[in-house]
């Protein structure tokens, strides 16, 4: 038996350059992939240089000795970053950011979770096809159009506000994008609307995976569907929440850039207005490309922090990581 396993396979005596040729047109697919995740991922890390040059200007060719006679910063080079933390919108900025990255860590990763639970337990697969198509379908419609619909419906006169007067809940209308209190609400619950579905499929396919027999024995033992659901299918799932927790965790400076472009106002700016969207003034209104590229790598820098933490934590507590 020791014997048989030392043996090699036929595919490990072969040398390197037999594979290679035999795997052509496999090594060509995988070559064509790394040569996109080299064209579109690494090369343009090079423009973090940006970020710690003196000032920067759109039509300075990036490799260009213009570009390298460009001075550095001050301080080192982190001025940029030094006068961001300085100014006088960042703990505003990191405010919003946090606070609806967290309300959207609680509530949307949380929810499509159970979301999957319950749709699993459905037997009638008719009604749980129209149930997924329904929750399924706002996942392809792009904010610019689910935008639009909300900015219609949550302003006077709109649906909501109909349907509140209807029921007495508010004795006259409300433009709800108008107040800064609604914002975070609003943002969280759009963003549950339109992605609840399409992020319980992958919870959905960690369950079809698991082993029937286990629910079978279950069963025989006397088990509820509540026991089944507690000691079978969110252990069975716990690998799956798991790596999808480190990379929401991963992302919690992420604010869905599109989401709050479309939603955010002048009247609601106090509560609208997150990193991405400060990035995104400093750099196409107010021309500070350097400004803007430091903030930029600030938050990658913080992502990747959280998401080395997160994958060192849920590494000891369940032995499941990222890498």
């Known amino acids: 038996m020791k014997q048989k396993n030392n043996e090699l396979t036929p595919l490990a005596k072969k040398s390197f350059w037999v594979r290679l040729r035999e795997e052509k047109y496999l090594q060509v697919m995988a070559l064509l992939g790394i040569a996109w995740m080299l064209i579109f991922n690494y090369i343009p890390m090079y423009g973090i240089l940006i970020a710690f040059k003196k000032n920067f200007f759109v039509t300075t060719p990036l490799f260009s000795k213009k570009f390298f006679s460009t001075p550095w910063a001050a301080d080192g ?42 749709l699993n337990e459905v037997k009638n697969m008719r009604f749980k096809k129209v149930i997924q198509t329904i929750t399924y379908m706002p996942h392809f419609l792009s904010w610019v159009v689910l935008g639009g619909i909300l900015t219609t419906w949550l302003g006077d006169g709109g649906l909501f506000n109909e349907l509140l007067i209807k029921f007495g809940i508010i004795d006259k209308s409300i433009s709800f994008l108008a107040y800064p209190k609604y ?12 992605e609840l579905g399409w992020s319980a499929i992958i919870y959905l396919a960690a369950i079809s995976g698991i082993d029937q027999e ?21 252990p069975s799932i716990a690998p799956t929440i798991t790596i999808m927790f480190i990379l929401a965790v991963g992302g919690l400076l992420n ?8 939603l955010n106002n002048p009247l609601n700016a ?30 990658s820098v913080i992502a990747f922090i959280l998401l080395f933490i997160t994958n060192k934590i849920t590494t000891k507590l369940n032995d499941t990581a990222l890498f």
Do not use: C
Request: glycine share 4%; proline share 2%; charged share 15%.
């Open 77 to 118: 080079g982190f001025q940029h970053f030094i006068a961001f933390f300085k100014d006088e919108e960042f703990v505003n900025v990191m405010v919003n950011t946090l606070g609806i990255s967290i309300l959207k860590l609680i509530f949307n990763f949380t929810l499509p979770i159970i979301f999957a639970l319950l």
């Open 183 to 194: 914002f975070w609400a609003i943002t969280v619950i759009s963003d549950l609307w339109k």
């Open 214 to 234: 286990m629910y079978e024995a279950a069963k025989v033992d006397g088990a509820s569907r509540w026991k089944q659901i507690w000691t079978i299918t969110l």
């Open 255 to 262: 604010t869905n850039f599109d989401q709050i472009l479309v």
């Open 270 to 299: 106090p509560r609208s207005n997150v990193l991405d969207i400060y990035v995104y003034q400093t750099a196409m209104r107010g021309m500070r490309y350097s400004y803007a590229s430091a903030i930029g790598l600030f938050k």
